[in-house]
């Protein structure tokens, strides 16, 4: 079975500060892709990052950066100095190695940036 | 170029009525995805379709909701006999082919309410 987990169901910081946003997944697909998707109080949804099970390398892009780790099943994302802007739920989201596959999504954490 | 398209971006019915949402996906993407999002939670995936073809019906409830995709014309979800635990979200997603891990690219959704 597919499951994602996002512990976290809200977190609030203080501009400025980094905030890190976890992810566990469950598969037992060897490829496998995970996502994170951005909704913010708008209500659509923004990819932000898609990477496959064999590459482990971290990710940065501007303030985003993405820590992924096959040992312990995790894919967490970290925005460094957030902004109001960034105040949105993340949602996490697997896709398993299948034929036309859905996606797998993690119940979501809201994050909330105080000025 | 337009994104995945989705009308209307609210609707209300009363129970016992019929919603029909539309989804018109990225130029180009011949994959349709709906998934449904319940308050403070997740995406569910609901079903997938190609043009003309239900590919995964898996996630979509068996009675009252049924999905198309024409040769011609948007994606349609049809709701029959709306009940209010029928409120919710629902989100269109597009992919250019069906290849394992695709990014799936989400419309602005349609956010029904029952009464």
């Known amino acids: 079975a597919q499951k994602v987990t996002q512990a976290q169901t809200e977190i609030s910081v203080v501009e400025k500060e980094d905030v890190t946003l976890d992810c566990v997944y469950e598969t037992r697909d060897t490829t496998y892709y995970l996502f994170w998707y951005k909704q913010p109080p708008s209500g659509e949804l923004v990819f932000l990052i898609r990477r496959n099970s064999f590459d482990e390398q971290n990710e940065i892009s501007g303030r985003y950066s993405w820590n992924f780790q096959k040992s312990t099943s995790s894919f967490n994302f970290t925005i460094t100095a957030s902004q109001v802007v960034d105040s949105a739920v993340y949602f996490c989201a697997l896709s398993p190695d299948n034929y036309g596959q859905n996606f797998v999504f993690g119940p979501g954490t809201r994050l909330s940036v105080l000025p | 170029n337009a994104g995945v398209m989705q009308n209307p971006r609210h609707l209300v019915r009363r129970r016992g009525q019929e919603a029909r949402l539309r989804c018109s996906p990225m130029?180009?993407?011949?994959?349709v995805y709906w998934y449904r999002q319940l308050p403070e939670e997740g995406l569910k995936f609901m079903v997938y379709l190609q043009k003309e073809n239900i590919i995964d019906e898996s996630g979509m409830p068996k009675e009252r909701f049924s999905a198309e995709f024409p040769k011609e014309g948007p994606s349609i979800l049809r709701i029959q006999q709306v009940v209010r635990g029928d409120s919710a979200a629902y989100f269109c997603a597009s992919s250019p082919v069906d290849i394992a891990g695709e990014t799936q690219y989400f419309g602005p959704g349609t956010r029904l309410l029952v009464l």
């Open positions: 130029k180009g993407h011949s994959h």
